[in-house]
């Protein structure tokens, strides 16, 4: 398994912006495909974006198409969830994860090797 760090999480106003950041020190990043999952307080666990180890394929939760953009840089051995326009709804805790190689990219269950988390606040 490899090992992620989430970072850039914070407290932030309804409409305002934010940039969360999935290391890695193994410099293995680049073979995974990668996804952002995010828990609110007393829900289950939910998807939120992915891309592809290949750089070809984006997926997106309805909640948050046109809003958050997932991009990597595979020379920082780091992805980045970029999230604007941020709702009071996108509270919770975001982990990046790796996807396990099957099932479907929009199931939580299909990732694996998550991070601690960073907390992510948008007051209204």
């Known amino acids: 398994q490899v090992q992620l760090t989430e970072s850039g999480g914070g407290l932030v106003q309804a409409g305002g912006s934010l940039r969360l950041s999935c290391t890695e020190s193994?410099?293995?990043?680049?073979?995974?495909?990668v996804g952002w999952l995010r828990r609110n307080a007393g829900k289950e666990p939910e998807f939120v974006a992915a891309?592809?180890?290949?750089?070809?394929?984006?997926y997106y939760a309805d909640s948050v198409k046109g809003r958050f953009t997932i991009s990597r840089d595979n020379a920082r051995e780091t992805v980045y969830l970029q999230m604007n326009n941020l709702e009071p709804e996108d509270t919770g805790v975001y982990y990046c994860?790796?996807?396990?190689?099957?099932?479907?990219?929009?199931?939580?269950?299909?990732?694996?090797?998550w991070g601690q988390g960073t907390q992510v606040t948008v007051s209204s």
């Open positions: 994860a790796t996807y396990r190689g099957s099932g479907d990219y929009y199931r939580v269950s299909s990732y694996d090797s």
């Open positions: 193994g410099r293995t990043l680049r073979r995974y495909t």
């Open positions: 891309h592809s180890w290949s750089g070809s394929y984006w």
